[in-house]
């Protein structure tokens, strides 16, 4: 049934980017997070109970090799089309400093920080905050809360 409903809310985020109506996609996009946050929460209390950092070691390990191959794929299309790149998209374009590097890298952004080499990675950033989260308030081990 979640994964139903992760699917079509989803689909809503797709029919947001494609037809340009925002409340859709923020409701969608809220709904997702929440959802996925809920079972994100109970993977990380049943599945690895006691030791949190297996968790991020698992979540790091399933997410970011992916978002290596978009990061490198995408500076290999701003080397390549760079001005069509960014009329394209306004936040795509090769950082100027050290720390913008390592935002990138690393995946540490804010809505709307720029540049952005992969445009959503702000919402990857958004997921790996989350998993700390999980690990420093809602994770059953760290504080021996009876749920």
């Known amino acids: 049934m979640f994964g139903t409903l992760r ?22 996009v809220f709904g997702f997070y929440l959802l996925s946050g809920y079972l994100m929460t109970l993977v990380a209390n049943e599945k690895y109970r ?10 790091i390990i399933r997410l970011y090799p992916a978002y290596v191959v978009a990061l490198l794929i995408s500076l290999i299309i701003i080397l390549l ?7 394209f998209h306004g936040s795509m374009f090769l950082p100027s400093s050290v720390a913008e590097w ?3 890298i690393l995946v540490f952004h804010i809505p709307k920080s720029v540049p952005r ?3 959503p990675s702000w919402a990857l950033s958004v997921e790996f905050i ?9 994770y059953k081990s760290i504080f021996k809360l009876s749920w």
């Open 7 to 28: 699917f079509f809310l989803a689909l809503l985020v797709i029919l947001n980017h494609l037809a340009g109506s925002p409340w859709i996609g923020g409701y969608a």
């Open 50 to 59: 006691n030791n949190f950092i297996l968790f991020i070691t698992n979540r």
């Open 81 to 87: 089309c760079s001005e069509e790149i960014v009329n």
């Open 102 to 104: 390592v935002k990138n």
């Open 117 to 119: 080499l992969v445009p």
């Open 130 to 138: 989350y998993y700390l989260g999980i690990g420093f308030f809602l």
